[in-house]
């Protein structure tokens, strides 16, 4: 008899990376391992349709619409690959790494491909580094 078992919010990413197609599931993976690595305070969870990753640690309480916990959330329409920060303009990035100027204050990352994924490896670590510095705790 099949379990209704709910998937714990790592196995719902994990699925959501494996019905993506082969080559983009692979950059997503990458991401997702660079992101995870950078913090053991981080989790993942699918948010919005897409993987996203939140600080878990203690926070003083406030507005759930503020999206502080809200690190990064992927955005992967038709083929793209956006890597959104609600908060991104908090962090004060001198890499050039965040793009956009949006009045809601979130920032992007925009990966083209694995070699591109790669060269900015360090710089995401730097910036997710900087923003959990940020949190309220």
Known sequence: MASSKKLSDQEQV???ISNLDQELGKI????????????KEIGERIKWNNPSFYY??????????????????FNLFKGRIL????????VNDTSGLLEG???DGRRLITFKDMKDVRSKEKAIQ???KKWLKLIDK
């Open 14 to 16: 994990t699925a959501h």
């Open 56 to 73: 878990t640690g203690e926070m003083k309480p406030f507005d759930p619409k503020e999206y502080k916990r809200e690190i990064a959330v």
């Open 83 to 90: 890597l959104v920060f609600p908060s991104g303009a908090k």
């Open 28 to 39: 997503v993976e990458t991401i997702r391992q660079i992101i995870l690595d950078t913090d």
């Open 101 to 103: 100027d949006y009045k």
């Open 126 to 128: 730097k910036v997710i």
